[in-house]
């Protein structure tokens, strides 16, 4: 089965930039969806087809997509920022759905 | 505004079964699917499978076959979720999730999380 490898976590300053990766193979190819979960809370939709933006989410965060690996970058880190993000693929071979192994932000 | 809310938490001994429900309003139930995922506590998320809310047609994940089962009832624009046999590690909380019909959107709209206790 399709497997996407995030970092464990991430640490960050405030005002720095955090980049976050998730491994898969080809995934160029693939539409890729970004998820930002807080603790006790539901995930949130951050980004979506690899750098689309939903009404609400601040233009620090975007998203880069090539070869075997994608990106989300969150410019000028605040501390509310500090959340769980997990990446997202449809994985046409099986067709399902695959999330990421998630990585733990961490504002310093 | 586009709202999902679930059910409340869930106690359960192994072996029962528990129906958990996803009610959408401020939106057309119909012209979005809807996804289940688990977590598991202390852990990521899980994509349980989804349902087409127009025609039906659950799709079921590895791992989720036999004793989960999608259902849906339009005429109060709600979800269900029911798994049945339940075993201790079904423990975790489940969430439902909107989705476009054109599935390059992503899932937009979550509910607030059902948490499923199985313990004896």
């Known amino acids: 089965s399709y497997l996407l490898t995030q970092p464990p976590s991430v640490s960050v300053a405030p005002g720095q930039t955090a980049r976050i990766t998730c491994g898969g193979y080809?995934?160029?190819?693939?539409?890729v969806h970004w998820y930002q979960q807080k603790p006790g809370q539901a995930p949130v939709l951050v980004l979506y087809?690899?750098?689309g933006r939903p009404s609400g989410i601040p233009e620090r965060f975007s998203g880069s997509n090539s070869g075997n690996s994608a990106t989300l970058t969150i410019n000028r880190v605040e501390a509310g920022d500090e959340a769980d993000y997990y990446c997202?693929?449809?994985?046409?071979?099986?067709?399902?759905?695959?999330f990421g192994t998630g990585t733990k932000v961490t504002v310093l | 505004q586009v709202q999902l809310v679930q059910s409340g938490a869930e106690l359960k001994k192994p072996g029962a079964s528990v129906k958990v429900s996803c009610k959408a309003s401020?939106?057309?139930?119909?012209?979005?699917?809807l996804n289940w995922v688990r977590q598991a506590p202390g852990q990521g998320l899980e994509w349980m499978g989804w349902?087409?809310?127009?025609?039906?047609?659950?799709k079921y994940a590895q791992g989720f076959t036999g004793r989960f089962v999608f259902s849906f009832d339009t005429s109060v624009s709600t979800a269900y979720l029911h798994i049945n046999s339940l075993k201790p590690e079904d423990t975790a909380v489940y969430y439902c999730?909107?989705?476009?019909?054109?599935?390059?959107?992503?899932?937009?709209?979550w509910g607030q999380g059902t948490l499923v206790t199985v313990s004896s």
């Open positions: 999730a909107r989705e476009s019909t054109t599935g390059t959107l992503g899932f937009d709209s």
């Open positions: 401020g939106y057309t139930f119909t012209s979005y699917g």
């Open positions: 349902i087409n809310t127009n025609i039906g047609n659950p």
């Open positions: 080809n995934i160029g190819s693939r539409s």
């Open positions: 087809d690899g750098g």
């Open positions: 997202q693929v449809w994985d046409f071979s099986s067709d399902h759905y695959v």
